[in-house]
């Protein structure tokens, strides 16, 4: 199988929990944000994004926080499915920066127990 | 959908060879990017592209060159592949911000 998701931090949960997968950022002038899915021999996946002018975002089963003050994004999934299980992560987007690039972090792995 | 294809999804290749890994997107993007994705290293990017024939380094260029003929197709190139590029190489494109990405092609060097 894939091995992408060594050596990352690992969230273990119950399937029909709520996860929450969180993202520290490092560049205060970035203004928006998204956060990929990558399942085991696919390339990663949107899932939602989230601009500076806002807190919150919600998507299907999915939501997006961002708190500027102290540079942290989260993604909660709620009634976490078997199919979820992939590792996440967030990427940024700086104001100003080069036209399109983002900035990854390493990634989250998530595993849910059926 | 945006469709972003990636030549092969498995590579092996002998140490010295040149490698050509292509990525074809079906959306008009302006912006095409390669990474490599590593264990514990996360996506790095190696070129990335803003237009035809138009070309800039990423964070770990050495040992690849890029090319850009026409605007769906970018091309990674390893003139001479070493063990050290064993990798999943990642193609995307992007129109703005949100990148689309290729499946990936899984490259061993032997």
């Known amino acids: 199988g894939e091995s992408v998701g060594l050596h990352l931090p690992t969230l273990s949960v119950q399937e029909g929990d709520n996860s929450i997968i969180n993202c520290a950022y490092s560049?205060?002038?970035?203004?928006?944000f998204i956060w990929y899915k990558q399942e085991s021999g696919k390339g990663p996946q949107f899932i939602i994004d989230i601009r500076s002018n806002m807190d919150k975002r919600q998507g299907q089963r999915v939501t997006v926080l961002l708190n500027k003050t102290v540079k942290h994004l989260s993604l909660q999934i709620a009634a976490t499915q078997p199919g979820d299980s992939a590792v996440y992560f967030c990427?940024?987007?700086?104001?100003?920066?080069?036209?399109?690039?983002?900035?990854f972090g390493k990634g989250t792995k998530l595993s849910v127990k059926p | 959908d945006v469709k972003v294809t990636q030549s092969s999804r498995y590579l092996v290749k002998r140490t010295g060879e040149k490698v050509f890994l292509e990525c074809v997107q079906d959306?008009?993007?302006?912006?095409m990017f390669w990474y490599r994705q590593d264990p514990g290293l996360g996506l790095r990017l190696i070129y990335f592209s803003y237009d035809v024939k138009m070309k800039e380094k990423g964070d770990i260029p050495e040992g690849y060159s890029v090319s850009r003929e026409k605007k769906e197709r970018f091309s990674l190139i390893l003139e001479s592949a070493s063990t050290n590029q064993t990798s999943m190489y990642l193609c995307a494109s992007s129109l703005i911000n949100e990148q689309f990405f290729g499946p990936g092609t899984r490259l061993t060097v032997l």
């Open positions: 959306m008009d993007h302006e912006n």
């Open positions: 990427a940024e987007a700086a104001r100003g920066g080069s036209q399109g690039n983002l900035i």
């Open positions: 560049n205060s002038a970035s203004d928006y």
